[in-house]
């Protein structure tokens, strides 16, 4: 390869969202690489001014259907803690079961129809059709599983609908959850063990490309943190997740529709991997082994290894899945009615992990229970300049290769955060300029 | 020869693209009967002519209304796919504000950075042929549509109000449980998902033909909200539609 270089991705494929990939390297010296966020803006923080609390988790859901779920929840908490509305214990456990639901489904999407392809070298999971026939229905078979604790607790995997603030509009019938850990067990975990060794087989297309940067998920004491903790830097320790602002210091960059955020240092890793370098030992001890036959190790520096942590996660909540459902059982499920009496009013902070990272919205309500002001910060966003960062180091390092292999090295690196624009407004495409 | 279909996203959250990746009992044979030949989201490939073209989102950008026109160029069958395509869905609330007022809350005084039109549904910019309706759309929904235009006949169009379903589905009126639901306006064809779970209907298929705003408004006002609440609620989805 020259020491000119011109790459211009227009819209990248296999991602959630619009964005662009854009380097541009002249005489050996890199001026830009970027991804550019190309995704049209929908100002869901103007929206929802002058909204009531009954609607607030309906829209905040539509701000992305692969991410529904964690976006419903993580507002239902945000509007619970400014209104003091107290949830059950069982409310609690059903949010749980559905959050491991929604990371086995967004997970298992990634990985196997998303990023699989890169490896195998296709443009998509069709042509695997043909060719690995047992591998795509095993891939639909987990997927529908995860998407059926969506159907069977919120109604709806897509835009859930029984989850509302102080509780659930309905309660899954015991009958069902039964069922459900009958197929957790005798389908999802062979499947997801089988997944293991699909996996292990394609490890060799994983690029080897390190940078070390700063790793933010939740933290949880007693548990691998997905729904609630405190917010962990790599860095800098903990913090309450009621000073998130302190943490994501969002800042405009012109080439992104979607406001990019810093910490400690000029970019930071939120997702898969991050949960995996700050949490790893309280996986349960068959996703550690999983992590260990896929070549997973703490803590990992690679963000390409990013889709490897999400099928150790998957491993994880089926388990964790199983063990919800006990615990329901054995407590006794009661039809509760949702707890919407608020106690106050103000401000309140909801966070919890989605699969792409950690999200926080942030409502302020009158005392009518009407949002004021309303703000959202999106893990894919909080990715883009750890992303940009990355692409810096990889660049230079693989500009001995062809224009071809590098922007495929680019738009797998890309797809690897499993970006989520429509989250963060939309988003890829890769320009070479040349 | 297989019709070639293809799927376009624009403003939206990508849901009803999700929902056909989670056909996953029927994406199989689906693939017998139609060559999906362009589908960003989940492959690479890219074609120059569709037989059937499934947009996602509404119109809200510049960019939005030349792609959009393009691809009704290139198409023989357009079809709008959910409630950001149809009407504008929860986008389209934000049309209820001043644009630059907008804009200024979400990104201050880089606005100017971020061109923005008032989010609009497909049909009103290019002819759309048929629809489906609904946040998310739903996975029947699209099945038969897509098997009528395979089969080369007429799609039917639903127009009686979600409260009919939800009575053949005897649920009990979410209004004896203190809810304020939009089913009676609200256009049908969704089993009465929301209700028959317990959750009011949030008016996301869409208005009926002649929806009564004024019996409406007076239902949900007699069961303790304010009119200006009320009104609002209607808009949740339908902020291009309701003509109050």
């Known amino acids: 390869m020259s020491q000119d270089l011109n790459i211009k991705v227009h819209h990248l494929t296999r991602v959630e969202g619009h964005g662009n990939i854009v380097v541009n390297m002249k005489d050996g010296v890199l001026e830009k690489a970027h991804l550019s966020i190309v995704e049209p803006p929908r100002f869901f923080e103007a929206m929802m001014k002058g909204r009531s609390f009954h609607e607030a988790a309906i829209i905040t859901s539509r701000i992305c259907g692969i991410c529904s779920l964690g976006h419903q929840i993580t507002s239902l908490v945000a509007t619970e803690d400014a209104l003091g509305l107290e949830i059950s214990e069982q409310t609690e456990l059903l949010r749980k079961l559905l959050v491991n639901g929604a990371t086995l489904q967004s997970n298992v999407l990634h990985a196997y129809f998303l990023a699989a392809p890169d490896f195998l070298k296709v443009g998509s999971v069709f042509p695997l059709i043909a060719t690995h026939k047992d591998v795509v229905l095993r891939a639909l078979r987990m997927k529908r599983l995860a998407n059926d604790i969506g159907d069977i607790v919120s109604g709806r995997a897509v835009h859930p609908i029984t989850p509302v603030p102080g509780g659930f509009t309905r309660i899954p019938e015991k009958s069902e959850l039964v069922e459900l850990k009958r197929r957790l067990l005798e389908e999802a975990l062979p499947d997801g063990i089988a997944t293991i060794e699909t996996m292990k087989s394609l490890a060799g297309a994983i690029p080897q490309f390190e940078r070390e940067t700063e790793y933010i998920s939740l933290k949880h004491p007693d548990e691998y943190a997905l729904y609630q903790g405190d917010i962990f830097s790599s860095d800098s320790g903990a913090q309450d997740v009621h000073n998130y602002l302190d943490v994501t210091n969002e800042f405009i960059v012109d080439h992104s529709t979607s406001k990019h955020a810093r910490f400690n240092r000029s970019s930071y890793f939120v997702g898969a991997l991050a949960r995996w370098n700050n949490n790893h030992t309280q996986l349960v001890p068959e996703a550690l082994e999983a992590a260990e036959a896929m070549g997973l190790k703490p803590n990992c520096y690679n963000p390409y290894m990013n889709t490897i942590a999400q099928v150790v996660e998957a491993v994880h909540v089926i388990f964790d899945s199983v063990r919800i459902i006990d615990t329901l059982l054995e407590k006794g499920l009661k039809n509760e009615k949702p707890n919407q009496t608020p106690t106050r009013y103000g401000r309140g902070i909801g966070s919890n992990e989605v699969p792409r990272g950690i999200l926080f919205h942030d409502y302020t309500y009158d005392k009518k229970g009407s949002i004021v002001e309303a703000n959202c910060i999106i893990p894919t966003g909080q990715n883009l300049a750890n992303i940009d960062d990355d692409m810096k180091k990889l660049v230079p390092e693989i500009i001995a290769k062809s224009k071809e292999e590098i922007t495929a090295d680019l738009e797998m690196l890309v797809r690897a955060y499993d970006p989520c624009i429509s989250c963060s407004v939309h988003m890829l495409d890769v320009d070479f300029i040349e | ?244």
């Open chain 2, 1 to 244: 020869m297989k019709p070639k279909v293809a799927f376009f996203d624009f403003t939206s959250c990508e849901g009803c693209q999700l929902n056909k990746l989670n056909l996953e009992n029927d994406l199989l044979d689906i693939l017998k009967h139609v060559e999906i030949v362009e589908f960003r989201e989940a492959m690479d490939d890219k074609a120059d002519a569709y037989d059937i073209a499934f947009i996602e989102g509404s119109i809200s950008s510049p960019s939005c209304v030349e792609r959009i026109h393009d691809i009704r160029r290139r198409s023989k069958i357009l079809v709008a796919l959910g409630s950001c395509a149809v009407n504008g869905g929860v986008n389209a609330m934000k049309n209820l504000q001043p644009i630059d007022e907008v804009r200024e809350t979400v990104y201050g005084e880089d606005k100017y950075l971020f061109a923005t039109l008032p989010a609009m549904s497909v049909s009103s910019i290019v002819k759309v042929d048929y629809e489906v309706r609904g946040c998310p759309m739903t996975q029947q929904d699209f099945l038969k549509l897509l098997v009528s235009l395979v089969l080369g006949k007429q799609a039917p169009r639903y127009d009686s109000p979600v409260c009919v379903e939800c009575k053949l589905s005897e649920n009990e009126c979410l209004y004896n449980r203190g809810m304020v639901c939009l089913g009676p306006i609200t256009r049908g064809g969704c089993d009465a998902i929301c209700p028959s779970f317990g959750q009011f209907c949030t008016g996301c298929r869409g208005l009926l033909d002649e929806p009564n705003y004024i019996g409406m408004l007076e239902v949900m006002t007699n069961h303790g909200i304010s009119l200006d609440e009320a009104k609002k609620r209607m808009l949740l989805f339908n902020s291009n539609e309701v003509q109050l």
